[in-house]
C-alpha cells in the first residue's frame, strides 16, 4: 500500500505512519508524499511524481488534523504551523475534500485509539478568532463581522486585488484575461445591466472601496451614493472619490441598508457581494427595504453567493467551519430558488438571472496567485499565522467553485411600474448588454 523511507524511528513516528497507511488506504491519489519531523518520508505504493508533499512538524500534527478531520480542524492545523504544504497549495484541496467528506463516525472510533496516543499541544493565544457579540444580523454585531473581515487594513487588500479594489467576482473574456481587464468589464457589464442613465440616482448597498459607484458616476453620469459598515473601506473610498474628482456625483457613507432614507427613491440599486452577510432571518426585511428604496419602474441587481443544496453535500458555512470562525462570521449564503422566491415576495418581478461561477473560480485563482507572490510582504504585514490563514481560504475558496459546491448569481428584480407587470423601461432583449467589450466613454461633467 505504502512505501516509507526511514531516517530515525520513535513511538510516535511509528503510530503516525501506521495512522497515514490506514487512512489513506482508499484514497485513490499518488502523487503526493508526507514527510515527518524526523524526516522520515512516506508515500504512496506506486506514487507518481509528487506535485506537493504534506510537512508534519511535529508529533501533535495527525491529532490536530484529525481529531476529527473537519474543515475548521484542517484548517486550523495548516493556520497554527502543524503542517505545511510545500508545492502546489491547490493540489492538496482535494486530499482535504476526501478527509472532510469521507470520514465516518466509525473511522473516528477506529482511529481514536492510535490519535489519543499522540501528544496534544496548544497553539496559544487565538487572536484570529472573530468574537462578535450581540444580536445576530443585528446592526451592531453586522457592523463588527464587517469591520472583522474588512478592516485587515486597506493596505493588505491593495497587495493582491486589481488596481480598482474590486473585491467580487470578475467577468472574464477568456481565462487568460488579466484580472484588471476582467474587474473593469465587470463593473461596466452591472452598469449595462441596471441600464444607467444620466441622472439616475444609484444606491450600491456594501460599496466596498467605491470602484463601481465611481466607474458609474464617471462613465454613466449618475448621482451614486455608496453605503459600507467598514470604516476602513470608507476613508480610502472617499479619498478614491476625491482624486478622481467625482465629488459632486459620488459619495459613500458608513450606513446599515436598514437605515437609508426612504423619504427620495433611487432609480436603480445594486449589491454585489454584500447579501451574503444579511442571515437567511433578514432576507426579507433587505429585500422589503430594497424594494422600498427603489421607485416604480426601478430595476435592482442582486449580486451574491450561492449554495448549492443536494445530499450529501457538506454545508461549509456550518456555525463551527474555518470559514465562520476566521473569515466571514456570520456570514450566510442561500441556495437561489430561496432568495429569489423571497424577492418575488417583497414584490419583485425577476427579470434575468446568471450564474458566474466559474468566472469566481477565476478571479479566486488570480487573487490567490496575486497573493502567494506578495508572501513576504503579506508575512511582515500579517505573520505566519496570518498569512496561512488568508492562503488556505483562498485555495479552498476556489475549490468549492471550481467543485460547483458554491456559485454565485447576478438576479435582476423590477419594480413594476403599476403593479401589473407593465415594464415599458425594458426593452425586449439583452442584446445591449453584450455590445462591444471597450469601457463605456466618460459622461460629460455636470457643469458642461
Keep these: ?58 508529533p501533535s500534527a495527525l491529532r490536530r488534523m484529525f481529531f476529527p478531520p473537519t474543515e ?74 464587517i469591520q472583522y473581515h474588512y ?18 467576482c470578475a467577468y472574464f473574456k477568456d481565462p487568460a484575461e488579466s484580472i484588471d481587464a476582467a474587474q473593469s468589464r465587470k463593473l461596466d457589464y452591472i452598469c449595462r445591466k441596471l441600464r444607467l442613465e444620466p441622472g439616475d440616482r444609484l444606491l450600491d ?78 432576507l426579507a426585511i433587505y429585500f422589503e427595504k430594497a424594494y422600498r428604496l427603489l421607485r416604480h419602474g426601478g430595476v435592482f441587481l442582486n449580486h451574491g453567493i450561492t449554495l448549492f443544496q443536494a445530499p450529501n453535500i457538506p454545508q461549509y458555512q456550518a456555525k463551527d467551519s474555518f470559514v465562520q470562525q476566521y473569515i466571514f462570521p456570520d456570514g450566510d449564503s442561500q441556495h437561489i430558488a430561496y432568495v429569489l422566491d423571497v424577492a418575488a415576495k417583497a414584490g419583485f418581478e425577476v427579470r434575468d438571472v446568471e450564474s458566474l461561477r466559474e468566472h469566481y473560480a477565476l478571479t479566486l485563482k488570480n487573487w490567490l496567485a496575486r497573493f502567494e507572490a506578495r508572501r513576504e510582504t503579506i508575512l511582515d504585514m500579517l505573520g505566519p499565522v496570518g498569512y496561512r490563514r488568508w492562503r488556505i481560504y483562498l485555495a479552498g475558496a476556489r475549490w468549492v467553485f471550481e467543485s460547483g459546491y458554491n456559485s454565485i448569481h447576478q438576479a435582476l428584480l423590477y419594480k413594476t411600474e403599476d403593479g401589473k407587470g407593465a415594464s415599458g423601461f425594458l426593452p425586449l432583449n439583452r442584446d445591449d448588454w453584450y455590445v462591444g467589450n471597450e469601457p463605456h466613454p466618460p459622461a460629460p461633467s455636470p457643469a458642461s
Excluded at 501506521?18 to 485513490?28: G, K, N, R
Excluded at 484548517?75 to 469521507?102: H, N
Design 1 to 58: 500500500m505504502v512505501e516509507v523511507h526511514v531516517m530515525t524511528r520513535d513511538s510516535h513516528v511509528a503510530n503516525t505512519l501506521d495512522l497515514l497507511t490506514a487512512v489513506f488506504e482508499s484514497y485513490p491519489g499518488r502523487d503526493f508524499a508526507i514527510r515527518l519531523w524526523d524526516g522520515t518520508i512516506w508515500e504512496p505504493r506506486n506514487a507518481s511524481k509528487a506535485r506537493f508533499t504534506i510537512a508534519l512538524n511535529g
Design 151 to 168: 478592516d485587515v487594513s486597506n493596505e493588505f487588500y491593495q497587495l493582491w486585488l486589481d488596481e480598482k479594489m474590486v473585491y467580487s
Design 205 to 282: 448597498i456594501g460599496c466596498g472601496w467605491g470602484a463601481l459607484i465611481m466607474h458609474a458616476a464617471e462613465h454613466y453620469g449618475v448621482d451614486a451614493l455608496g453605503i459600507t459598515l467598514s470604516e476602513k473601506q470608507l476613508a480610502l473610498a472617499k479619498e478614491r472619490i476625491e482624486a478622481a474628482g467625482l465629488s459632486a456625483r459620488c459619495r459613500a457613507e458608513l450606513l446599515d441598508y436598514r437605515n437609508v432614507d426612504e423619504s427620495q427613491p433611487f432609480d436603480k440599486i445594486v449589491s454585489v457581494g454584500m447579501v451574503e452577510h444579511v442571515g437567511r432571518e433578514n
Design 72 to 145: 475548521r480542524k484542517l484548517g486550523e492545523a495548516y493556520m497554527f504551523g502543524d503542517f505545511e504544504i510545500e508545492g502546489e497549495l491547490y493540489a492538496a484541496i482535494d486530499l482535504a475534500r476526501f478527509l472532510w467528506e469521507g470520514w465516518s463516525w466509525s473511522d473516528t472510533l477506529r482511529f481514536a485509539p492510535k490519535l489519543l496516543r499522540l501528544p496534544s499541544r496548544d497553539p496559544g493565544d487565538n487572536n484570529q478568532i472573530a468574537h462578535l457579540s450581540g444580536e445576530k444580523h443585528s446592526v451592531k454585531r453586522d457592523m463588527q463581522a
